[in-house]
């Protein structure tokens, strides 16, 4: 497609959202990433919570992690470049082994991800021998390597209770965990590391959910007061929240769901205005493919991993091949056993 076509093209759909005078900047970096794409025979993808101009015009498959990591493996691309966070491009290496995977930024982390380490989960292990450990895609390929099972936030219900088993260490989101014991109507509680005496533990064991305090820092600022003064301004207002909010949250909001099933639910419904409790891109991404669509946003809560992702860097990771993402063998091969275990559950 010529400069002049895909500016146009990206005019038409970002009107609404950004001034004509930065698309016509972000159209040339389009049109360099796309031709470059093609040169390196590369696969981009890109996380629902892109921006929109990257999230509508480059990425050759865009939407939740662990599903861009599973078509990224079935093309015969040599690089795959993420543009989301490192521990989604980790796991495309995880799918991928073969290929070399690309992340944008070095400095795309995750509160989540980084609330745990593979130590800890040893320790839990140690601690309660023999219960399955069932941890979210949202962590490190070395922490996903020590867990039985891994999960989205799509399926980790389902996971949970599909396990025979009374006991369940789930990981490392304090909220996805409390929201899971909810809908599973299972008993949660929250141990601290430090090992203390075996005989008293063994006393505690009738619980059904062990978890742990980690959070993602965006979605833990959602409060119930939020989803009430914004209702009381727009009373036929429909809330969606990410299962990373709190459950207090949630149960407050009209639907819960993970960042694709929140897009599929506006998609398919016709409500005055929606305002969707999670990063505030995912807003502007929907209006960019549907303006038909009215998107109240929060946009002060925002992901600072997230947005380190910018077309330049997009840009320059495929011209200067960077930044690389390695996963030792041993740990992927046991980490792409976590995440198969999930996906034989569904
Ligand atoms: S939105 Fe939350 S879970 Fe996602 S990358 Fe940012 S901090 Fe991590």
């Given at each position: 497609m010529s400069l002049e076509t895909l500016h146009k093209e990206m005019s038409e759909r970002l009107k609404d959202l950004v001034p004509e005078v930065e698309i016509r900047h972000k159209a040339e970096l389009v049109h360099e990433i796309n031709q470059l794409k093609a040169e390196r025979n590369a696969v981009i993808l890109g996380h629902n919570y892109m921006e929109p101009a990257l999230y509508h015009f480059i990425p050759d498959f865009a939407g939740d992690s662990l599903e861009l990591s599973r078509k990224a493996a079935e093309t015969d691309r040599d690089i795959i470049v993420f543009c989301g966070v490192e521990f989604m491009a980790e796991t495309a290496k995880i799918l991928s082994p073969d290929k070399t995977v690309l992340i944008?930024?070095?400095?795309?982390?995750c509160s989540l991800a980084e609330s745990i380490t593979a130590a800890d989960v040893r320790a839990l292990k140690e601690r309660f021998p023999g219960v399955p450990v069932v941890t979210y895609v949202n962590t490190y390929a070395d922490v996903k390597a020590e867990s039985d099972y891994c999960c989205t936030s799509g399926n980790a219900a389902r996971v949970v209770e599909a396990?025979?088993?009374?006991?369940v260490i789930f990981l490392p989101d304090e909220y996805l965990a409390k929201n899971v014991a909810r809908e599973t109507g299972k008993h949660i509680i929250f141990p601290s590391v430090v090992s203390r005496a075996g005989s008293e533990f063994q006393t505690e064991m009738d619980y059904q959910m062990i978890g742990w305090k980690g959070r993602c820092e965006v979605h833990e600022q959602f409060t119930v007061e939020d989803i009430e003064k914004i209702r009381s301004q727009y009373p036929d207002v429909v809330i969606l929240a990410h299962p990373e909010c709190s459950p207090e949250v949630t149960a407050a909001a009209d639907y819960s769901g993970s960042t694709s099933a929140m897009i599929r639910h506006v998609e398919k419904t016709q409500a005055p205005r929606y305002l969707l409790l999670?990063?505030?891109?995912m807003g502007d991404n929907i209006i960019a493919a549907h303006p038909n669509k009215e998107m109240l946003r929060l946009?002060?809560?925002?992901?600072p991993h997230m947005n380190q992702i910018t077309l330049e860097d997009t840009l320059n990771a495929l011209k200067y091949t960077r930044y690389i993402v390695e996963v030792p063998e041993d740990i992927r091969i046991r980490a792409a056993r976590a995440v198969e275990r999930m996906s034989q559950i569904g």
């Open positions: 944008p930024s070095d400095k795309a982390g396990l025979d088993s009374d006991t999670t990063e505030c891109s946009c002060s809560v925002r992901c």
